[in-house]
């Protein structure tokens, strides 16, 4: 049915997920079920003994495995999201909140109380936990070169009218989603399968076939509802690999489910950040120099590295840029992608740059970005479409930005500072390769599958709609199936790629199932109208028990020429206190152009999302260690501050249309991380305006003000 795609559908499986008919991977329940509980270390380096003979004689324990009992797995990572784990392979504690031992037991209850019972004496090492004093390290990346070099950025900025030359901080954050990581694992011989809490499980089939050394198609992963991933559930943790290990010793199904204090350590979370922004322009803001470096952490095992500058690349024109990227091996676990890897941190440091730029040329920072606004990227490759100048025209409008006194601490609301701040915001289009099945059943309606999960974003939804569109279906005769490693393949929901993968993959199935109709009814298009009933009389006529379409969607070869960008504005009002430097947002506005939206009401609750992490990013959300023994200080819910609903404003997204013919099939760009993109910057900037004093190491916290 035409103008399906686009408009604003309920949620398909909403009436699931509020009568609790929705089952995710905690709640799957199998014959003979058991129960696991890990036993984390309290240290970060060193060895470890485990007593577990108190755990073992324990009422309901099953087992207690540890790296004497644990089967023997290849624990190797190839690097990405593909981890080195540290699953009992041996005795030596490399990260504080590793795992130690895996409790088995009839209940949940049993299996807690016995790991309790647990004892661990360590022999200790000397750990590195500070960032500042750990070694720095060009990352291998696979080859690929890590820095980029365009003219001559050094020299540039040394003649340059105008210098600035800032270092900005992002500390360690964790993606803390409602639904904890939970695994259920079972075997049948040398057949297993997995319920996970798993962003994407054909990679999840990968990792564990290549651990346990089994054919992949002896593994099965199913992960049909996720409550909230931000990519922290985009790779394959410990606990995933340790309840199939256990699983296989006890020879039954094992239940693995993270508390809370589980949350941190044990799977990865954004890495702490430094980053050098300096920047060279002339009196008339124009840029003639841009050096972006970063230095972040990784583990003493493993390598992660976010893109952190790469947006320096993207929004602004400059004849010199030098961006590179370093590491750093901290005995931590391993980083992890988290909603805009480098994106969001990156964005901080440039977007604050730019705005001390502004205050240093006195040019306003919107006329600021629009003076070096860019056609093309720094390689040069022109944009296949590119909405940011329009994005800060229409975000400037709806906020009233011509209202904004530009001089610091020259705004009040009574008593309260008021500051007004704007940033701009990029994220790339990422696509691979995918596969999909639309089957027309004997009775009209029609089934889609895809081995794509829905995180919570919509992808239910938004497949619904795009089949529906093509097969002239409405919504309700259409059934998608999500979320099972034995569907045809799918990426990670992960890089904003999902929709622009299996949806494009989905449009192409359903035009071939479309096709194949159009054939049993010798090409005449009459037939298929009016629904289901229309093509159940179709099939009856001919005999057809049902109809399949497939596809296997490859990324466009358009993306060899062309930029493919997500842009956008973020604008951001603060209210601060000047006695007691506590920050309130009370308004913020963004505006993105990413490609077709698929579905308005989605769409915005992505972008209102976004806005609300930059909160939590800006103001509130640090992990804290102790830099004497590596522990997590705040692993709860009471220390970690996220954004509740008094610290978030009314929040008003702007979609801006866009054509882009390049990027897919659906023309989508990706919309889940660009929302968090050039939002904390958008607020630290407002602080600023607000109060005079910068701050450049998030969160911005009232001693930080009052300083």
């Known amino acids: 049915m035409s103008g399906l795609v686009g408009a604003p559908v309920d949620r398909v499986d909403g009436r699931l997920k509020v009568t609790g008919a929705a089952k995710y991977s905690a709640e799957v329940a199998v014959p003979g079920l058991t129960y696991g509980v890990m036993v984390l270390s309290t240290a970060a380096s060193g060895t470890a003994q485990v007593d577990a003979a108190a755990a073992r004689r324990a009422p309901g324990v099953i087992a207690v495995m540890t790296p004497q009992n644990a089967p023997r797995v290849d624990s190797g990572g190839t690097g990405g999201g593909d981890r080195t784990l540290m699953v009992l392979q041996d005795d030596v504690v490399r990260y504080d909140r590793q795992p130690l031992a895996v409790v088995v037991a009839d209940t949940f209850e049993r299996a807690t109380d016995a790991a309790a019972m647990v004892r661990v004496r360590y022999s200790l090492a000397a750990a590195v936990t500070q960032f500042d004093t750990a070694p720095e390290y060009k990352p291998a ?70 651990t346990f050394g089994v054919p992949i198609t002896s593994v099965r992963v199913v992960s049909t ?6 990519g922290g559930k985009g790779s394959v943790w410990p606990h995933t690999v340790l309840a199939a290990m256990a699983a296989k010793l006890v020879n039954a199904p094992v239940k693995l489910v993270l508390a809370r204090p589980q949350m941190f350590g044990s799977v990865g979370f954004r890495p702490q950040t430094v980053q050098r ?17 970063t230095t972040a952490q990784t583990s003493m095992f493993d390598e992660f590295m976010a893109g952190t500058g790469a947006i320096s690349g993207v929004l602004y024109a400059t004849p010199n840029l030098t961006i590179t990227h370093r590491l750093r091996r901290l005995n931590a676990s391993t980083p992890t992608f988290m909603r805009a890897p480098g994106e969001a941190c990156g964005s901080f440091a440039l977007e604050s740059a730019m705005d001390e730029l502004a ?61 007004m701040g704007v940033a701009g915001s990029a994220y790339p289009t990422h696509r691979s390769a995918s596969s999909a099945l639309v089957r027309v059943n004997a009775d009209g309606t029609a089934l ?16 619904t709609q795009i ?241």
């Open 448 to 463: 889609v599958q895809s081995a794509g999960v829905d995180i919570g974003t919509g992808a239910y939804t938004v497949f």
């Open 359 to 419: 205050y240093a040329t006195g040019i306003d920072p919107i006329e600021l970005r629009l003076r070096n606004d860019t056609p093309v990227d720094a390689d040069g490759k022109p944009f296949s479409s590119r909405a940011f100048r329009e994005a800060l025209r229409q975000g400037a409008e709806r906020f009233g930005w011509t209202r904004r006194d530009p001089r610091p601490r020259s705004m009040r609301d009574g008593r309260l500072l008021v500051g």
């Open 277 to 293: 922004i300096a920047l060279g322009a002339g009196h008339d803001g124009r840029l003639t120099a841009i050096v972006h470096e």
């Open 467 to 707: 089949a529906a569109e093509q097969l002239g279906l409405p919504v309700e005769q259409v059934r998608i199936e999500l979320g099972d490693s034995a569907f045809p393949t799918a990426p990670n929901a992960g890089g904003s790629q999902l929709t622009a993968s299996a949806g494009s993959a989905i449009k192409l199935a359903a035009l071939d199932a479309r096709a194949k109709l159009l054939a049993l009814a010798r090409g005449d298009a009459a037939a298929l109208i009016g629904g289901a009933p229309a093509i159940a009389a179709l099939m009856r006529s001919v005999g057809a028990p049902a109809v399949e379409g497939r596809s296997d969607a490859k990324p466009a070869e358009a993306a060899q020429s062309y930029a493919m960008h997500a842009f956008g504005a973020q604008f951001a009002e603060v209210r601060v206190d000047p006695d007691l430097g506590t920050v309130s947002v009370v308004r913020f506005v963004n505006a993105f152009g990413a490609g077709r939206i698929l579905n308005e009401k989605t769409a915005r609750s992505q972008y209102i999302g976004g806005a609300v992490w930059g909160i939590g990013m800006a103001l509130l959300e640090q992990t804290r260690y102790d830099e004497r023994s590596g522990r997590i200080m705040n692993a709860n819910l009471a220390e970690y501050l996220v954004p509740v609903n008094a610290d978030v404003p009314a929040i008003e997204p702007i979609i801006i249309p866009e054509d882009d013919p390049h990027v897919n099939e659906i023309g989508v760009k990706g919309i889940g991380e660009i929302g968090i993109v050039g939002a904390a910057a958008a607020i630290a900037n407002a602080v600023y305006h607000a109060t005079g004093k910068r701050v450049r190491e998030l969160p911005i916290t009232p001693e930080k003000l009052l300083a």
């Open 225 to 230: 509802f996720i409550g909230g991933g931000f």
């Open 141 to 210: 990346s696979g080859g690929r070169d890590v820095d980029k070099h365009k003219g001559d950025a050094s020299a540039a900025y040394a003649q340059a009218a105008v210098n600035l030359d800032r270092t900005y901080v992002v500390p360690v954050e964790h993606h803390n989603p409602m639904e904890p990581h939970a695994t259920v694992a079972q075997w049948d011989g040398d057949r297993l399968t997995v319920y996970d809490a798993s962003q994407g499980v054909i990679n999840a089939r990968r990792k564990l076939a290549q």
